[in-house]
């Protein structure tokens, strides 16, 4: 089974572009993040005509997450981390799927680092610290996959010299990071490619792409029952 992630920054704008992946890629499910649109807006007809199942989590102009499959139904189990004071930022949508349970998250920016911004990022990241601890604990087959907004170490940036200070990079967010994996959850990119600079983010400046300029912020995170069923990460 092929799973994929894809910050789409705009769902609606975006929608020729995401519709010809998929039909080149053909990915059995999709986390989409950004999708930038109120949930009356979703394009679900149009991805149903390309055979994908969803469900999602919308917001208007910003956030939004969304689960798509074309490997069975979509059981929606949770829509938003437990003790969230602020729901109204939708940025994390949980579904049972072909025998999986599939956390899609889009995890806050935090920048400008210090401020409140970065204050709520770490806020959510404890929660969501939290809530993989309870899910490890159920033993199932379980994904946390999306946009982290997360350099786990240097190998995942390049020149992290210049990172230090920013929020995607900070101390306290890799320490969080490293937080999940201590609970167990495997990376499954960095347990397949433990030393190769591998990015999945590139600025549209600077001809950052062809210089592979990157950034790592978009993981996979597999719960043990998952992890051994593992054999490709890209």
Known sequence: MKIASYNVNGVNGR???????????????VILQELKAPQERFPESHLRSLGYNA???GQKSWNGVAILSRVGEIHETRRGLPNDPDPTQ??????AVNGI????LYLPNGNPRPGP?????MRWFQRLIDHAADLLETGLPVLL????????TELDVYKPERWFDDALFAPEVRDSFAQL?????TDALRSLHPGEPIYTFWDYFRNAYARNAGLRIDHFMLSPALAKRLDNAQ
């Open 90 to 95: 939708s940025r994390y949508l949980e579904a």
């Open 15 to 29: 929608l020729p572009v995401l519709s010809r992946w998929l039909q080149e890629a053909h990915p059995d499910i």
């Open 117 to 121: 911004k970065f204050d709520y990022k």
């Open 181 to 185: 994996l201590a609970q167990g959850w």
């Open 101 to 104: 349970l599939i956390g899609g």
């Open 145 to 152: 996959a999306g946009d982290f907004n997360v350099m786990p």
């Open 55 to 57: 469900i999602w989590h």
